[in-house]
Structure formats: structure tokens, C-alpha cells
């Protein structure tokens, strides 16, 4: 099946450190979302996007949709412990599928 | 302003077993999600419902999975038989309607936790 390449696959930082993640895709999507999962629990929204081009900020997030529309990239600044977990891309092609597509997640570490 | 709920939590079977899990969207959502998300990988597409109709299953089992949506009560994911590779975190999640499309955002749940003995 499709799939999003994520990359990194996992990092390691100090508390204070700027973070960024992306995503890239073969095809087009025409929504992109960013989740964080915490383990034993469901993934979160983060952040929507629905324009190529459009960057989003929620609090210390920022994600933008890329101008091809088939990448995504979401910087997280000044992390902190708490935003240790996994975090997860996912698209959403045209029309009324419903159907996300994630990528295999990025594992972030905060040491304080 | 109750989230997606799901349940059981965790859920124990023997191989052979029949499993039922629930789901039960958020207030004012129409459309439900089930995927599926083996340990270390991410979420993988099972099925899109709206009340009574199945709208996209493509990424169902051909055999012993099923899933509902009924007019009343939660959405209900059947899995018969059970084998060990079912074994796996099961999440539904939902979306309100907006015009005649389905809301790019999904919410999700806190996932059913299933080990097949």
C-alpha cells in the first residue's frame, strides 16, 4: 500500500533545542496532518493543513504544506520534556475517502 | 465534551476467538475510521463508515473482518476467528460533516489493546 516516507526516525535532543521532521510523498495529497502519540494512547491532532503553501502555527509548532503539495514539515522550538512521544504525519488525497495515509512516525527524546 | 471513546481497553482471546470491539464517535460527528497500528509502525487504513453504509473498506481482510455502523449505538469492529497476527492496537477515529464531505480532520480514540493468546 502507499505510504509517506518520515524522516527522522528518531531523535535525541536537549531541552531547549529547536526540533524539525518532514514527510514526503510520491502523489498528492490535499490535507495534511500532524498527530503526536504518547504511548498506550491515540494519536493527537496537532495541526491541520489544507492550502500548498500554508504555514500553521500552534503554540511552539509551526507545520507548512509544501508548495508540490506532496511534503509537509513540522519544526517544534524550546522543546521541552513533555514532547517526548511519536509523531506521526498523515495525508488525505482528494474527494471523500476518509482514508489516512501516515507515515511510520518520528520518536522524539528530550533529555532535560 | 466527551472525545472518542473506545472499548474494551484491552482485549484477551485465544485463537479461534471471536472479537468485538467498540466505538462510539464524538458528539455531533457522522463519520467513523478504524485502523490498525502494529508495534513500531504507524496507523494503517481499515474502513470509513457513516451511519449504516460502508463508504471505503479497502483495507479489510477479505475474510473474518467485518465492521458496522449502525443507525443507533456505536460502531462496532467484528474480527472472527482470531489468529495471533491480529494481535495489534485497533483506533477509531471520527470526523464531522461538513456540506456533503467529510471533514479532513480525524479525532481518534484511545484504542483497543488486542492479544490473541
Known amino acids: 500500500g502507499q505510504q509517506l516516507n518520515q524522516s527522522p526516525q528518531s531523535m535525541f535532543i536537549q531541552e531547549g533545542e529547536d526540533v524539525s521532521m518532514n514527510c514526503t510523498s510520491s502523489s498528492i495529497f490535499n490535507t495534511w496532518l500532524w498527530y503526536k502519540q504518547d504511548p498506550g494512547e491515540g494519536p493527537v491532532l496537532l495541526i491541520a493543513l489544507y492550502k500548498a503553501g500554508e504555514l500553521t502555527s500552534n503554540g511552539r509548532l509551526t507545520a507548512q504544506f509544501g508548495i508540490t503539495r506532496k511534503d509537509s514539515f513540522l519544526n517544534i522550538s524550546a522543546s521541552i520534556p513533555s514532547d517526548v512521544g511519536i509523531y506521526f504525519c498523515a495525508g488525505l488525497h482528494s474527494g471523500n475517502t476518509g482514508k489516512l495515509i501516515f507515515g511510520q512516525g518520528t520518536t522524539l527524546q528530550v533529555k532535560p | 465534551n466527551a472525545g472518542v471513546m473506545q472499548n474494551p481497553r484491552h482485549l484477551v482471546r485465544r485463537r479461534g476467538q471471536e472479537a468485538r470491539l467498540r466505538c462510539s464517535p464524538m458528539?455531533?460527528?457522522?463519520?467513523v475510521y478504524w485502523y490498525r497500528q502494529l508495534p513500531e509502525e504507524g496507523l494503517k487504513f481499515m474502513v470509513y463508515l457513516q451511519k449504516e453504509n460502508i463508504i471505503d473498506e479497502s483495507g479489510m481482510p477479505k475474510e473474518r473482518f467485518s465492521a458496522e455502523f449502525p443507525k443507533e449505538g456505536p460502531s462496532i469492529l467484528r474480527i472472527q476467528q482470531v489468529v495471533r497476527g491480529d494481535s495489534a492496537a485497533y483506533f477509531c477515529?471520527?470526523?464531522?460533516?461538513?456540506?456533503?464531505?467529510?471533514?479532513?480532520?480525524?479525532?481518534f480514540g484511545p484504542g483497543t489493546r488486542l492479544t490473541v493468546l
Open positions: 477515529a471520527s470526523s464531522p460533516l461538513q456540506g456533503s464531505w467529510a471533514v479532513g480532520e480525524q479525532f
Open positions: 458528539k455531533g460527528h457522522s463519520h
